[in-house]
């Protein structure tokens, strides 16, 4: 039976368009291949999108309830100098915030991850981009003035006007049609230079509208040039901005392939010891060494390394679209937390006020003594330091404030709070992924979509003795390597995506509606997915649903019957192990029983 399966029997399958199918419902035939199309707005797909919105809007629901009435009666906006949240920035997309001096490579980076230039692009070996440019999906190629995108209803960025023309008018959108910008947004900074003219031309405070970026990006990259290790005192002003949110940044030491071996090795560590004096961690900070852009590496000494450092990276950037859930829940968390310790220091502070006379005598010494007061409110209602506001920054709002109009503390009201971070943020916690979900949970509630990455096979060239560096596959006498459904599986990778598989994988719901449109019977089906299926997981990989599609028509336009057991030539090299796996535990019941 298994011999009608040998791989000289697929050149027809792979070469030859499927016969048309009868669907069985009368609508026509549809053949193998045409199925996939029909299922490209699927049940699943928009599950995951509908979950997704349901945690946005109960975190707006939290917000709205719990927190916005604290942060106005306290004046968190004033003393944060953070705007109220709006209902956009719990919708928006996932932010990756690009830093680094001039001409270290940030916008060559974007246009890398890209694979494509974008409107309003300027790359060149001096300070080119002088503006904040923030890159977003749309229909069609255009700049986007920052006045527009500061007042925009559906963009995250309303609270940018804060900063007043001067700024606006060195902000920018940049739209244009991309996979890439579907799942995230990018946005570019302008390159610091050391001095204090830049500083004092810009118009604006430069390290401020860093930190209102940082607060809302998913992940922050710090770029650096090999030959450029030195950190100028804006940036070490704007490293400073990112306090608090150490947990999103990682570094880049780009344009690595310039230097030899050696050279890397001293610049690596002399860029490490920078980064320890500036960023005020216990931990150390993620580097990522390598030459991020599309051209051939100048140097091949330290190519493996060059290579699997960049597809570290690129996996931080994959999964952003399915963190961004818990980075929006931490967020809130975080700012939950300041708003109780801002509403207990106001509450205190207006407790300490005389009823008639000598209001702005005690105000003055409540101020000067504001480091004690503060040690006294952490004590007095268990709060953590880490949640108290710079004390400096403070007590210079608290000059141009009257004491004696802030409102007492209402403690129904942080008691909201309470609630909100001991029983309503679990509660939503619980449909993120946990390591006690089981795989089929787990996929289920993974969110959809992940960032398409560059690919980087041409720039580093083949591995050696890999054999998936030639285009045409092993050869059949490489057993470990060789699968007989490869030219299948380029062929079928587009209709595979047409589907929409959610991180990589097709939902029950989809896979079964792709199979049922063959027109095969449930018992036939039932065989199929058993051998397709081979991680037991439910869901089908690429891989899987090619098998699948295989046997499918195998059946149908040929008349085989379904194998007991798969050929090996027809398992996928990265399936055997686990089916090699599968087996010896199988074997091992048997005997037991």
Known sequence: MTSLYRPTGEASFRNTPPAPLDTGSGGGQVGVSGVVSSAMNSA???????RTARIAAKLKEIYKRSV?????????DYFYESPFLTDVEFDAKPQVLLIGQYSVGKTSFIRYLLGRDFPGQRIGPEPTTDRFTVLINGPEERTIPGNALSVHPDMPFRGLDRFGVSFLSRFEGSQLPSTVLKSITLVDTPGILSGKKQEADRGYDFTKVVSWFAERADLIILLFDAHKLDISDELKRAIDALKGHEDKVRCILNKADQINRQQLMRVYGALLWSLGKTISTPEVTRVYVGSFWSQPLSNNDNAQLFEEEERDLMKDFAILPRQSAVRKINELVKRIRKVKTLAHIIGYLKSQMPTLVGKEKKQAKLITELPTHFRIIMKKYNLSPGDFPDINA??????????????????????????????????LMEDLPSERDTPEELKDKLNPGLVPIPSTSGKFGPAYGDPISNPFGAEQSDEGNYWALLDSAERLLPSFEALNPVGGFLSPDVAKDVLMRTGLAKDQLRKIWNLSDMDRDGHFDHHEYVVAMFLCDAVIQKGRPIPDELPPSLVPPSKRTQLAEQKRALGGNLLMS
């Open 68 to 76: 916005l009435p604290l942060e106005k009666k306290y004046q968190y």
């Open 394 to 427: 403070f007590s210079s709002k608290l000059k141009d404030v009257k004491f004696s109009d802030f409102s007492s503390l209402n403690p129904a009201m942080v008691d909201g709070l309470d609630k909100a971070l001991t029983v309503d943020i679990p509660r």
């Open 44 to 50: 699943a797909m928009q599950d995951a999108a509908d």
